[in-house]
């Protein structure tokens, strides 16, 4: 049975959307798309924007999202605030309502959300944009736990610094300070890709509401100044000297 996948914020080329569309189309999903700007099967913005007839959705991906706002907390335009929780938070809601009504009649729905880790971690001068990616987290959680026993899943991928064609469009000095923090460089969009199959999968149907990051290891404390010792022991053990006291670490 082909079932019906809509993905948001598919319309940039180069971006995470484009790569969810390209790996559920492999998976033999139908694919209908939304996105703001032309190019998807329906143009809508979701901040004020009247939401079209989608049909029957099996699968919703709300992936659509405004990362451009900059602004420190003490400081950021109240506007600017309005707008990312308008499209990143209410605009995926809406949506979300707009299918879980028909997954809920059929019996049957995968919703995957896109988050961020700083939904988790906190972004410095993006406070709207961590803010609405962290209510996506309540918000998917508060469906998993309401479609329990009904067939339906409700999870999120959390990308870390992704090779999407905004990061790539950075200054290269950007960029390269980036990189100099990340263990595994960036995230590919086919690697966000990938994660979100799985929650769009028909054998995923026991996993639900749960967050998957996919960053290289970023989130993980590879920075600690013990890492020293580590590269110290491999380098005795290189030079048969294992078996001598190795240092203690603090």
């Not at 700007?37 to 999202?65: M, R």
């Amino acid at each position: 049975m082909s079932r019906r996948a809509l993905v948001t914020g598919a319309g940039r080329s180069g971006g995470i959307g484009e790569a969810i569309v390209a790996r559920l189309e492999s998976d033999g999903f139908e694919v209908v798309t939304l996105d703001r700007e032309p190019g998807c099967t329906w143009q809508v913005d979701l901040s004020q924007d009247e939401l079209p007839d989608f049909g029957p959705i099996d699968v919703y991906v709300g992936n659509a999202a405004i990362t451009t706002l900059f602004g420190g907390a003490h400081s950021f335009d109240l506007d600017q605030w309005r707008l990312d929780l308008e499209i990143n938070l209410t605009g995926t809601f809406r949506v979300l309502q707009q299918c879980l009504t028909g997954m809920r009649e059929r019996g049957y729905g995968r919703i995957v959300l896109t988050s961020s880790t700083s939904a988790v971690q906190g972004m410095p001068a993006q406070v709207s944009y961590s803010t609405s990616k962290a209510g996506l987290i309540g918000m998917v959680r508060t469906v998993a736990a309401e479609s329990a026993g009904r067939g339906i899943t409700a999870n999120l991928v959390l990308p870390g610094m992704t090779a999407s064609s905004g990061i790539l469009s950075m200054p290269q000095d950007v960029q390269d300070a980036w990189l100099r923090t990340l263990p595994e460089g960036f995230v590919e969009p086919a690697d966000i890709a990938n994660g979100v199959a799985f929650f769009a999968s028909e054998s995923s149907g026991m996993v639900t509401g749960q967050l998957l990051t996919i960053d290289g290891g970023d989130f993980l404390n590879h920075r600690s100044v013990t890492s020293s010792v580590v590269s110290h022991v491999d380098s005795m053990a290189s030079s048969g000297s294992a078996n001598h006291p190795s240092p203690e670490i603090p």
